[in-house]
């Protein structure tokens, strides 16, 4: 009997057969507060360091157009080492062999005050007194060559009254953490912090809302698992579970701002609380992203000149799943393709070559959606063209899940562009070599045909004026600012100038010319509203989705089917 026991303490001493080695990577998480309030979040990095003698720290410092992002990190220092700088977003450590490291810093707001609408997705560090965001891009320091090392994070020392919830939570939950899951990753803290769970399609959702909204949380936690089942049961191959953050936007009068990114196994969503209409399509497209383009095949080194492919083909399906789950009806598919056809069609940029949009998409914002406009709506030419080839019998989605299914081979996934055209001329007979010259890479214009849906909407034409707004935004200490005003445009004959503060816009259509628009300014003078109708020089002409009228719900139904696809 004793000998019994000790083989079984024996056995229970051992590590088990193919249990995951402990991390390497130990990340802690804590509060810095003055007076009750959040002003910063100290990391600590615990790891052994490189076997050399010598370990590399990569400091955030560019994404997503976003720069010296190591501004945000204050008091970097290490213990178990010596540390000197090699430029502002490199540390390098001179160490033992293997010497078990300490690094520490502190995240500081990367923003004055709260993020505001109008100067782009808050990527940079949020930290407010009642509340955070983190992205990960922006938020960790990394080991460098230890992309595949797994990886440990903790929150320490949060009172009871805050709530924080992460994709990095996912670790807890059965997975293994990888570093580059930490860089890909978005957390969210405070006092007012709402988490909903819902089962989805091969998993389960987090949603996480910061503050207060105008919609209940709840429900908006129902459409998401509705969405992210839709797509999942689309592609057939996702599973585990995915997180969704909701971050506010300071409000600036009655301007309108909201955004998204993706995260891997989650996606960030940034809105002032008056523009949350859009936070479905932008849930739809960011979800998309987690197979356009990651698992269909390889981004080039240039990822902009593959955009209208990665971005456009994510609005297409983007679409199509909110028609065909119920999140839209047909009227709002068509409002929102005939809004981004719009925005394409009276662009100055519509033409522009795809290697300019390359080299201008960070900096110019002409080129930040042409990307995205130009390959849906060839998404569209080329759905079509299938369908027209295979007499109905197939579409642009066995394309898609033609590409999926070769990505999943032995060796190196192919270059999107080239898998593509593959996959169009195997699956569906049609060799689109003279469009990607002629219409991606050149940027020349297209048609689309007027039964692009059928007999369930036709494409229409009318010749209409340039919509032109005059101005841009600009965020500035204290609030939004007009910017580059246009001498000589309307906006300017009305009296907007650079520097006067921008309250809002009460009236007016982004993009349409026959609508005046009404902002609220504030100058020396005070504040008053200023009216002017936004048209410019010229003409062009505008394609527009008509819905067949009078449909009964049979009828409703098919063309609901007709139009969103397969998904």
């Not at 026991?5 to 402990?22: D, E, K, Q, R, V």
């Amino acid at each position: 009997m004793r000998r019994l026991l000790t083989l079984i303490a024996l056995f229970l001493a051992l590590p088990l057969m193919g249990a995951a080695a402990p991390p390497s990577l130990h990340y802690a998480l804590s509060p810095v507060f003055e007076r009750g309030a959040l002003k910063a979040i100290a990391v600590e990095l615990s790891f052994a360091g490189d076997a050399d003698g010598e370990t590399r720290l990569v400091v955030p410092d560019e994404w997503a157009g976003n720069a010296e992002l190591w501004k945000h990190i204050k008091a970097i220092s290490v213990d178990g080492g010596t540390m000197r700088e090699a430029g502002p977003a490199r540390r390098v450590i001179s160490h033992r062999p293997g010497a078990a490291l300490t690094v520490r810093y502190r995240l500081v707001n990367g923003y004055d005050g709260d993020p505001a609408p109008g100067t782009g997705n808050p990527y940079r560090p949020v930290i407010r007194p009642t509340w955070f965001q983190l992205i990960g891009d922006a938020a960790f320091l990394e080991v460098e060559g230890r992309q595949e090392t797994p990886v440990q994070v903790r929150w320490t020392s949060w009172p009871k009254a805050w709530r924080h919830a992460s994709d990095l939570d996912h670790g807890e939950r059965g997975r293994t953490l990888r570093s580059q899951e930490l860089i890909d990753s978005v957390s969210v803290g405070g006092t007012a912090l709402s988490i909903h769970e819902r089962e989805i399609e091969g998993g389960r959702l987090r949603f996480a809302a910061l503050g207060e909204w105008d919609f209940k949380t709840s429900a908006f936690a129902d459409e998401l698992a509705s969405i992210v089942s839709a797509q999942r049961r689309f592609w057939g191959d996702a599973n585990g579970p995915f997180f969704v953050s909701l971050t506010p936007i300071a409000p600036a009068g009655d301007w309108r701002s909201a955004g998204g990114t993706g995260r891997g196994d989650g996606f960030a969503l940034f809105s002032t609380r008056n523009a949350t209409g859009g936070l479905r399509y932008l849930i739809a497209h960011e979800h998309i992203h987690s197979w356009i383009p990651a698992r269909l095949g390889r981004m080039p080194p240039v990822e902009q000149t593959d955009y209208w492919f990665s971005e456009g083909f994510t609005d297409f399906y983007a679409l199509r799943t909110l028609l065909n789950s119920g999140g839209w009806s047909l009227e709002a598919y068509v409002d929102k393709l005939n809004e981004e056809m719009a925005a394409h069609d009276v662009s100055p940029a519509r033409t522009w070559s795809n290697s300019r949009i390359a080299e201008a998409f960070w900096t110019d914002k002409l080129a930040q959606r042409l990307p995205y406009r130009r390959g849906m709506l060839l998404a569209y030419r080329w759905d079509q063209m299938i369908r027209v080839r295979t007499a109905g019998a197939k579409d642009l989605d066995d394309v898609m899940l033609a590409m999926q299914d070769r990505a999943r081979g032995p060796g190196p996934k192919p270059l999107v562009r080239e898998a593509f055209r593959l996959a169009m001329r195997d699956v569906a007979g049609i060799d689109i070599t003279a469009d990607l010259t002629a219409l991606v890479e050149n940027g020349e214009a297209f048609e689309l045909p007027d039964d692009l849906f059928g007999d369930c909407a036709r494409v229409t034409r009318e010749t209409r004026g340039v919509f032109e707004r005059g101005w841009e935004a600009k965020q500035v200490p204290g609030g939004v600012v007009f910017d580059q005003v246009k001498v000589g445009s309307n906006a300017w004959k009305a009296g907007i100038r650079d520097g006067m503060t921008l309250l809002g816009k009460s009236s007016g259509v982004t993009g349409d010319e026959r609508y005046d628009y009404v902002v609220g300014v504030k100058d020396s003078a005070g504040e008053r509203k200023i009216t002017y109708r936004p048209v410019g020089e010229g003409t062009y002409v505008l394609r527009k989705v008509v819905l067949k009228p009078d449909m009964d719900a049979a009828t409703r139904d098919a063309c609901r089917k007709r139009m969103s696809g397969g998904i």
